[in-house]
């Protein structure tokens, strides 16, 4: 959430953990040139007669690629697969066959000189026309040697004479012929500004050789040129894949690949964004749909991190703790009468007010003890109440609605309403929680801890405009509030205003000494300066005040992880985790830290991402908003994932990562993160590969 500082605090650490994940996606995002149009680009023309195509001549398919100036191989010596047992008649069917093969080559080379010809002249519909004929008659030749010969046979298959090895050697040949002439067919097509024959073309030849570069380069440039983007990203990781299969060996051993990679990261990263916005629309349209109640709330620990950095805290705890138990209030609700009429106006509105104030304070009791869920529920249960909701359809509803909160204690209605917007903006509800502070400041505008919570609303809002007119209103108001300098330096942070930050921390220590949080915070505040002096000092400090704070260990563990002390660190991720096994942050640390450890002199074991990925695993089985784990072990389990079906499991993960998120920003990341999993994965389909790891 916007005003809590825990959630926000810098995590450059997180970025120096990547450099230890080697997945695929590290090198598809490495520099390369830019995707160029292949072969014999000549520019725009084409000829008078428009486009023929026989329907038998090539598989359904689609794109288009540049011209092979190898369009006809070399000849094959195809023979007869007579079964006969007379010798001279085998001998005589064989002479015929190669005969006609020789016939076929040269007719073929005959067109395909005619075509490159017309192609030569920018006379491109003609120079498809050209290839097509030349594709016709390979498919009427095979027409025919399938009606001689009949099909594959399991006995034909394995037989031991020359016919059936010169038969697979003619139908290899043939099938070489066509993915060339389709190839070059399919550069024309796109010449003359024919996208979907030249995309059909290309799919006909990746049917036949999946790696075809050419062929796939051009059906990326095509589905570029129709903003079909998420298909061009398949088609870019594919040629991607292909590149790190090629270059698997000299990967292996840690050696730069033979040339650049077939595509920039700058394309990789164009495409991405391209199809980012309808990616967050759906999920973001997922998330709204679903019914406020049914929004899952933060963590306990968070929402007690939270909840301690208001100035109030201690005045509610203290009231909640002297106020009773929740068995006393529940007693107390089941004594109330059921079914006052609503006809009786004033007995009704005294006994809604009566059951609404025991749930508020009921609600709070539950707060007090870290029970947040049945705190949420009474305080929301006590808001509909007086809110009169059952009753919205009634002509009567304003006047019992006022009736009710006049029956309401003022303390007590204030309250509800405060409590209320906390419940609806751990709910991320940001317009009904600005709502209820709205109203409560109304009742109390003096109270600067409504105005710093009304600041972290427009922060989650990204109106930061808007805090900072609050944060200002609060100070003068009262320039003593400790949760308006702290909650607005954590603001200034995430606007990159260090100076500013440091400025309110400092103000906060010097008029509260005891403040560890103003002091945690101000570590970070040096850490982000490079002052690992400062940081360390403010940490002894906080230390001093508690031993046992899991946020000093933590906080103490990513100085040294700044250091590259990863061993170090790891022990001080441990110590928090002990401390606080619901702190979700140490585990996604420790995991980091884990993995950058440097094995011991002469060993070749790998880091230990087994580890680390338990650890993300707890992290989220702890906080299941914990953002910073789903992306890193999204990214570990997928460099681990053995086959296809294990890296679906990663597309899994980010689905269930996208209904936790809160921010755009976190939208955006867990966005992107699944297109190009997703894309990897169709281009590994694409390729017939069963793994996306280089084997």
């Not at 080559?105 to 498809?128: N, P, S, Y």
Request: with cysteine.
């Amino acid at each position: 959430m916007g005003s809590d500082g825990h959630n926000h605090r810098s995590t450059t650490f997180v970025v120096v953990g990547l450099a230890a994940v080697v997945t695929a996606a590290a090198v598809w995002y490495a520099t390369s040139r830019d995707v160029r149009k292949g072969g014999a680009e000549t520019g725009g023309g084409g000829g008078s007669r428009k486009a023929s195509r026989s329907s038998s001549s090539s598989p359904a398919g689609k794109d288009a690629g540049s011209v092979d100036s190898g369009s006809t191989p070399t000849k094959s010596n195809v023979a007869s697969s007579s079964s006969s047992s007379s010798a001279t008649a085998a001998t005589a069917s064989t002479r015929s066959a190669d005969d006609d093969d020789k016939a076929l080559h040269r007719r073929i080379e005959e067109i395909d000189r005619a075509g490159k010809a017309l192609f030569k002249e920018k006379r491109f519909v003609e120079a498809a026309e050209t290839f097509t004929e030349a594709l016709d008659l390979i498919e009427s030749s095979r027409h025919a040697a399938a009606v001689v010969d009949g099909p594959p046979s399991s006995s034909s298959s394995d037989g031991d004479g020359p016919s059936n090895n010169n038969t697979n050697v003619a139908r290899s040949s043939l099938t070489r012929q066509i993915i060339t002439l389709m190839n070059n067919r399919s550069a024309m097509y796109e010449k003359a500004s024919l996208p979907d024959l030249a995309l059909s073309d290309c799919d006909s030849v990746l049917a036949l050789d999946p790696g075809h570069s050419k062929a796939r380069t051009r059906r990326l440039r095509i589905l570029e040129s129709q903003d079909r983007h998420a298909e061009a990203l398949v088609e870019v990781c594919a040629l991607q894949l292909k590149f790190m299969h090629d270059n698997r060996d000299k990967l292996r051993l840690g050696l730069p690949p033979a040339g650049n990679p077939p595509v920039s990261q700058s394309k990789i990263e164009e495409l991405v964004t391209l199809v980012q916005p309808g990616e967050i629309e759906r999920a973001r349209a997922a998330i709204d749909n679903r019914d406020e109640k049914d929004r899952p709330l933060p963590s306990t620990y968070t929402i007690s991190q939270l909840l301690t950095s208001f100035s109030g805290y201690n005045k509610w705890m203290g009231e909640a703790a002297r106020g009773g138990t929740t068995s006393k209030f529940t007693s107390q609700l089941e004594d109330l009468l059921d079914h006052v009429p609503r006809r009786n106006m004033v007995a009704y509105a005294d006994n809604v007010a009566m059951k609404s104030t025991l749930l508020l304070h009921r609600g709070r009791r539950y707060a007090f003890e870290k029970d947040y869920a049945r705190a949420v529920k009474d305080f929301e249960d006590a808001f509909a109440l007086v809110e009169d909701e059952g009753g919205k359809g009634e002509v009567d509803h304003g006047e019992v609605k006022a009736e009710i909160v006049k029956a309401m204690e003022k303390d007590d209605y204030a309250r509800l309403l405060e409590w209320s917007g906390m419940c609806k903006h751990l709910r991320y509800e940001l317009k009904g929680a600005l709502g209820c502070y709205e109203r409560c400041s109304a009742l109390e505008p003096e109270n600067t801890e409504l105005l710093v919570k009304r600041a972290g609303v427009k922060m989650d809002e990204w109106d930061h405009a808007g805090a900072e007119v609050l944060f200002t209103d609060a100070l003068a108001l009262n320039p003593t509030a400790s949760d308006a300098l702290l909650h607005r330096a954590n603001m200034r942070m995430l606007q990159q205003r260090v100076p500013d930050s440091q400025k309110d921390l400092e103000t906060c220590i010097r008029l509260y000494p005891n403040n560890m949080l103003a002091r945690l915070r101000l570590a970070t505040v040096f850490m982000a300066k490079e002052d690992m002096d400062g940081a360390k000092r403010m940490l002894d400090q906080a230390e001093e005040y508690d031993p046992n704070s899991s946020e000093v260990h933590c906080y103490r563990g990513e100085l040294h992880f700044a250091r590259g002390e990863f061993v170090d660190a790891k022990g001080e991720f441990e110590k928090s985790i002990r401390c606080d096994p619901t702190n979700p942050t140490p585990y996604v640390n420790a995991a980091l830290a884990l993995v950058n450890i440097e094995p011991a002199s002469g060993s070749m074991m790998p880091p230990d991402f087994a580890g680390a990925i338990k650890l993300l695993e707890k992290a989220i089985e702890v906080d299941p908003m914990m953002h910073g784990a789903y992306v890193q072990l999204g990214q570990m389990k997928l460099s681990m994932a053995t086959d296809l079906t294990k890296a679906k499991e990663v597309v899994n993960l980010y689905d269930k990562a996208l209904e936790y998120c809160r921010s755009p920003e976190e939208l955006k990341d867990i966005c992107s993160m699944r297109i190009l999993t997703v894309a990897q994965i169709d281009a590994a389909h694409a390729l017939h590969m069963e793994t996306l790891k280089i084997q």
